[in-house]
């Protein structure tokens, strides 16, 4: 069975440091996709950065980047200069790149970010 | 940008009552999919849809209905409402670009429902 596992609740910043947030996966399927979403308090799910298993190297987005260690079947999201404006509850996710699981989004119970100044 | 929109932010509602959470997207998007959250447990899959009257059990289609007349609209209902139903309601969609894994699933806003 495919779960994602974040293990960190909440975790907080000082602004302008960087954080990494956990997020572990376990999966059967040789081909899958790694996902990390944000959710500020409003509500919306904002997409932020995709790894996919067969990826040579560790994805980055602007201030976003991913740690992908797949022997270890980890993809940690680093956020590197924190902004008061990067709090919010954010989730890991995977898909499996089959066609049997390839609409199915697994997420892990996220973690709770705040940044103090 | 993509837009996917839910009718209806908040909503209070009684036990026993029949419910519906509209979601309609604006990017012609194949597959639509509606996910509750709650604290602790992340986001699970009710159904997803895949085209027009078209549809898919997720993780906990119990005590939910889905349906899709249109391309752009994914419906899902509450036929009766219990209180275990109170909940966050995301719905997402996604445009089916095969052999990309990375195409993205986009999320509306949310609907709270309360049942009392």
């Not at chain 1, 081909?31 to 980055?60: R, V």
């Not at chain 2, 839910?6 to 509602?13: E, G």
């Amino acid at each position: 069975a495919q779960k994602i596992t974040q293990t960190q609740p909440g975790m907080f910043v000082q602004e302008k440091e960087a954080v990494t947030l956990d997020c572990t996966y376990d999966t059967s399927d040789p081909s899958y996709g790694l996902f990390w979403y944000k959710q500020p308090s409003s509500g919306e799910m904002i997409f932020l950065i995709y790894q996919g298993s067969y990826d040579q190297q560790n994805a980055t987005e602007g201030r976003y980047s991913l740690n992908f260690q797949k022997a270890r079947k980890s993809a940690n999201l680093v956020i590197s200069a924190s902004q008061l404006g990067d709090s919010a509850m954010y989730f890991c996710a995977m898909r499996s790149l089959f066609s049997g699981g390839y609409n199915k989004l697994i997420f892990g119970a996220g973690t709770r970010l705040a940044v103090h100044p | 940008d993509v837009k996917v929109t839910q009718s209806s932010r908040y909503l209070v509602k009684r036990t026993g009552e029949k419910v519906f959470l509209e979601c309609v997207q604006d990017m012609d998007h194949e597959n639509m999919f509606w996910y509750r959250q709650d604290p602790g447990l992340g986001l699970r899959l009710i159904y997803f849809s895949y085209d027009v009257k078209m549809k898919e059990k997720g993780d906990i289609p119990e005590g939910y209905s889905v349906s899709r007349e249109k391309k752009e609209r994914f419906s899902l209902i509450l036929e009766s409402a219990s209180t275990n139903q109170t909940s966050m309601y995301l719905c997402a969609s996604r445009a089916r670009i095969a052999g990309q894994g990375r195409d993205t699933i986009y999320f509306g806003e949310g609907s709270w429902l309360t049942v009392v």
